[in-house]
């Protein structure tokens, strides 16, 4: 059980960018690029988005070509059984403590059902901190492979190298460096929001389709209107900003292997701390395409 919700958290979570209110700016009608500069091949830079809908799906055929051009593909990470096992453990309060104590009966109440309604055990969610139960609550359920995931059986099936930006280790430990209360905290908004997150993901997912990250900076602003304001202002510097730069600066060494595509979460892409920007400060020209 725990390391089937590991593996569901350690993939990136579209929503939770999605509802964080990141300061977005246009960088093209578009979720695909190419970028290149002298004495280096094309490579391509794909924003993703965590869901198994048909219509996210489809968005690949538009990177067959690209697929078929580079060397290698660089996700956010790489989920393997060492990855699950870690995550899983990441994911469990010390042994002396309960999440029934920590959140107090009535908040455990209100998780109880929905978390039951995952297959979740409650003697199971007892051990479980409060970030993973946000997580855990706040992420759609898949009835089949994400995006991100096709790629990556994609990419294997056509003998590209995978690399990851990222580790599973690194993911656990943004949501652990979360202070406890803030970590109630989202745990309250998801509750507060569950009758609405099928529809804001339906939002989003349409601005995704469209290419239209500006609508994606709208739509994440509007839904973050009534949040807490440290949380979001968390969500923002940590879970965007600062990953941003951390992706960026591996991916360079990266890029000097040979062609490659990057395939990460679409909120990486734009505005002054997105990756479009990072790339074209470095010296590439970078340039939407299809949309």
């Given at each position: 059980?725990?390391?089937?919700?590991?593996?569901?958290?350690?993939?990136?979570?579209?929503?939770?960018?999605?509802?964080?209110?990141?300061?977005?700016?246009?960088?093209?009608?578009?979720?695909?690029?190419?970028?290149?500069?002298?004495?280096?091949?094309?490579?391509?830079?794909?924003?993703?988005m965590?869901?198994?809908?048909?219509?996210?799906?489809?968005?690949?055929?538009?990177?067959?070509?690209?697929?078929?051009?580079?060397?290698?593909?660089?996700?956010?990470?790489?989920?393997?059984?060492?990855?699950?096992?870690?995550?899983?453990?990441?994911?469990?309060?010390?042994?002396?403590?309960?999440?029934s104590?920590?959140?107090?009966?009535?908040?455990?109440?209100?998780?109880?059902?929905p978390?039951?309604?995952?297959?979740?055990?409650?003697?199971?969610l007892?051990?479980?901190?409060?970030?993973?139960?946000?997580?855990?609550l706040?992420?759609?359920?898949?009835q089949?492979?994400?995006?991100?995931?096709?790629?990556?059986?994609?990419?294997?099936?056509?003998g590209?190298?995978?690399?990851?930006?990222?580790?599973?280790q690194?993911?656990?430990?943004?949501?652990?460096?979360?202070?406890?209360?803030?970590?109630?905290?989202?745990?309250?908004?998801?509750?507060?929001?569950?009758?609405?997150?099928?529809?804001?993901?339906?939002?989003?997912?349409?601005?995704?389709?469209?290419?239209d990250?500006?609508?994606?900076?709208?739509?994440?602003?509007?839904?973050?209107?009534?949040?807490?304001q440290?949380?979001?202002?968390?969500f923002?510097?940590?879970?965007?900003?600062?990953?941003?730069?951390?992706?960026?600066?591996?991916?360079?060494?990266?890029?000097?292997?040979?062609?490659?595509?990057?395939?990460?979460?679409?909120?990486?892409?734009?505005?002054?701390?997105?990756?479009?920007?990072?790339?074209?400060?470095?010296?590439?020209?970078?340039?939407?395409?299809?949309?």
């Amino acid at each position: 059980m725990m390391s089937r919700l590991a593996k569901r958290i350690l993939w990136p979570l579209v929503l939770w960018l999605g509802l964080c209110g990141t300061a977005l700016s246009a960088a093209g009608q578009s979720v695909l690029y190419s970028f290149s500069r002298p004495g280096q091949p094309t490579h391509y830079l794909l924003g993703t988005m965590h869901s198994d809908d048909s219509r996210v799906i489809s968005v690949l055929d538009r990177v067959r070509q690209p697929m078929a051009e580079v060397d290698q593909v660089a996700l956010e990470i790489l989920p393997d059984a060492g990855s699950l096992v870690s995550a899983s453990l990441a994911m469990l309060l010390p042994a002396d403590q309960k999440l029934s104590q920590l959140l107090g009966q009535g908040l455990y109440r209100r998780v109880l059902a929905p978390m039951q309604e995952k297959g979740v055990p409650e003697l199971l969610l007892e051990r479980m901190k409060p970030w993973a139960v946000a997580v855990t609550l706040g992420t759609p359920e898949l009835q089949g492979p994400a995006m991100d995931q096709v790629i990556q059986q994609r990419a294997l099936a056509a003998g590209k190298r995978l690399v990851a930006l990222e580790t599973a280790q690194e993911q656990m430990a943004l949501f652990d460096d979360l202070p406890r209360a803030l970590q109630v905290r989202m745990l309250e908004e998801v509750l507060e929001q569950q009758d609405s997150l099928a529809m804001q993901l339906e939002h989003l997912t349409q601005a995704y389709l469209a290419g239209d990250l500006e609508r994606l900076r709208a739509l994440s602003l509007e839904y973050d209107a009534a949040g807490d304001q440290a949380l979001s202002a968390w969500f923002r510097r940590v879970l965007i900003e600062e990953r941003n730069l951390r992706m960026f600066q591996r991916l360079l060494p990266i890029l000097e292997q040979g062609g490659t595509l990057v395939a990460v979460g679409a909120l990486h892409l734009p505005g002054n701390e997105g990756l479009v920007k990072l790339l074209q400060n470095a010296g590439y020209s970078v340039t939407p395409l299809y949309w």
